[in-house]
T-cell receptor
């Protein structure tokens, strides 16, 4: 059982380049999320999708776009990468309507923007 | 003031020690309180979940919530080197999706 799978695991970009981080989950979860994690800043929500066909901004959405391709897949796109977007990005999923607070995270994608 | 405050540490203790990790929060609408554990270069995983005020125990781990003080704690008894990780508190309000607000995390090292 793979859970939440993120690709790529590592990426180096130059300022101004674009790229897409891919995320897929095989747990039949309705809700999916993109977080970034920076030293001293903790986990911050970029975008989330409560269900297929819907997306909403989180705490730090500027410079990012998302696509909920289907129930399994939720991608994060950087249109014009900036050094401030150097971070570790985590995708997560959860069952909708559950109040246990249980998010299932991928292993992260480490992005460096030069 | 950030919604959730957590001392980032780092915290270093000898094996067998009792560890206390804490978070404070400002949003009185938070009803659900979680502790996640994150090993180095891995994603966070849910360790414990508590609804409203009170205590919850799971093996060596005890989670406490004091809503009147807006303060939550995680206690680890008989700490082991395998407990070395970053511990993140998280919380959410009633209803809606699992949109959590996380603390910054406390890095714990348990020395053999």
């Amino acid at each position: 059982n793979a859970g939440v799978t993120q690709t790529p695991k590592f990426q180096v970009l130059k300022t101004g380049q674009s790229m897409t981080l891919q995320c897929a989950q095989d747990m039949n979860h309705n809700s999916m999320y993109w977080y970034r994690q920076d030293p001293g800043m903790g986990l911050r929500l970029i975008y989330y999708s409560a269900s297929e066909g819907t997306t909403d901004k989180g705490e730090v959405p500027n410079g990012y776009n998302v696509s909920r391709l289907n129930k399994r897949e939720f991608s994060l796109r950087l249109e014009s990468a900036a050094p401030s977007q150097t971070s570790v990005y985590f995708c997560a999923s959860s069952r909708q309507g559950m109040n246990t607070g249980e998010l299932f995270f991928g292993e992260g994608s480490r992005l460096t923007v030069l | 003031q950030k919604e959730v405050e957590q001392d980032p540490g780092p915290l270093s203790v000898p094996e067998g020690a009792i560890v206390s990790l804490n978070c404070t929060y400002s949003n009185s609408a938070f009803q659900y309180f979680m502790w996640y554990r994150q090993y180095s270069r891995k994603g966070p995983e849910l360790l414990m979940y508590t609804y409203s005020s009170g205590n919850k125990e799971d093996g060596r781990f005890t989670a406490q919530v004091d809503k009147s003080s807006k303060y939550i704690s995680l206690f680890i008894r008989d700490s082991q080197p395998s407990d070395s990780a970053t511990y993140l508190c998280a919380m959410k309000a009633q209803g809606g999706s699992e949109k959590l607000v996380f603390g910054k995390g406390t890095k714990l090292t348990v020395n053999p």
